[in-house]
């Protein structure tokens, strides 16, 4: 519990760090979004009518200080482009990407496990070759490139799956594929390493000569001592799986947080960027401490924060 409470603690000022960073870099460099509003309009009475509009005609700190009231309060302020809640649109741009996020990190972890075991008992065979194709190709192929392969070969040739928007569950499948050749290279890779290791261990052997079966030993024993490398490597692709899925969100148009992103870049929308970034940076922090958290499901083991 003491430890549980000391990550959240820790997570809380991340956040927070990240949220006061943010904020002063978009003000220091992104420009002036009542310029970009006002676009062909050169009046300054204007531009500051706008300015007075977004608040940003008021002092820097001023600004700090109502954001950071704000975000005490769970209040993201209002967008500049669209004029409604941040909170508002983050919901149902996050439920998407979530939804998308978690399909391609659930394959990954199920293709891994069963790719990464098989060819580990079996180095040289089928499964073992077929492994080290998805590796390569997914440690060489652009996201953004393998989205749009996709795209041309299952949408617009074979007409398989809708080429972008969402238009239901079918809309997922390709952006998920796209994200999960990205993400199994590493997966793969660490398990198959983890298992040969646990191969080569006492237990096994012991397990052997007791008669137990050759399925039983891999899938249970050798593959839940394995899985503690493979559930470090999963947190450290929050970080690759955020930045992927912004580009895959893009390029298939889905209506997620990396679409909204980007339209959030474009028009200098200060509070609609520092809501994206905060929900982002609590997401990596948090699944980094579900994944600590793990260790000790899996193996009882291991212990937390250095107590015994």
């Known amino acids: 519990m003491k430890y549980l409470l000391s990550r959240l603690a820790q997570a809380l000022v991340i956040v927070v760090s990240i949220a006061v960073v943010v904020f002063f870099a978009l003000r220091l460099t992104a420009g002036d979004p009542a310029r970009l509003r006002a676009q062909i309009f050169s009046d300054e009475s204007v531009l500051d009518q706008y300015r007075k509009d977004f608040g940003t005609d008021q002092p820097l700190y001023v600004q700090f200080f109502r954001f950071f009231g704000g975000l005490l309060r769970g209040d993201l302020g209002t967008s500049f482009r669209y004029e409604t809640p941040v909170t508002g649109l983050l919901g149902p741009a996050l439920l998407n990407t979530v939804v998308l996020g978690a399909l391609a990190l659930l394959l990954t972890f199920l293709l891994a496990s069963l790719l990464g075991t098989l060819a580990a008992r079996k180095p040289g065979g089928v499964v073992s070759g077929i492994s080290s194709v998805i590796a390569v190709i997914g440690q060489s192929a652009p996201l953004f490139w393998v989205s749009l392969l996709l795209i041309s070969l299952f949408s617009l040739n074979l007409g398989w799956f809708p080429p972008g928007g969402f238009e239901g569950p079918q809309s997922l499948v390709l952006p998920v594929i796209a994200l999960t050749l990205g993400l199994l290279p590493s997966q793969m890779r660490v398990l198959n390493s983890s298992v040969r290791q646990e191969l080569t261990e006492d237990y096994v052997r012991t397990a052997r000569?007791?008669?137990?079966?050759?399925?039983?030993?891999?899938?249970?024993?050798?593959?839940?001592?394995?899985?503690?490398?493979?559930?470090t490597v999963i947190g450290n692709d929050m970080g690759v799986l955020l930045g992927g899925v912004i580009v895959a969100e893009v390029v298939f148009n889905f209506p997620g947080i990396g679409s909204l992103a980007l339209t959030a870049m474009n028009s200098r929308d200060y509070p609609l960027i520092q809501g994206i970034v905060i929900c982002a940076a609590a997401a990596f922090v948090l699944i980094n401490l579900v994944v600590d958290l793990l260790y000790t499901v899996i193996n009882p083991r291991v212990r937390l924060g250095g107590t015994r």
């Open 209 to 231: 000569a007791f008669g137990l079966s050759e399925t039983r030993i891999g899938f249970v024993y050798i593959y839940r001592n394995a899985l503690l490398p493979l559930l």
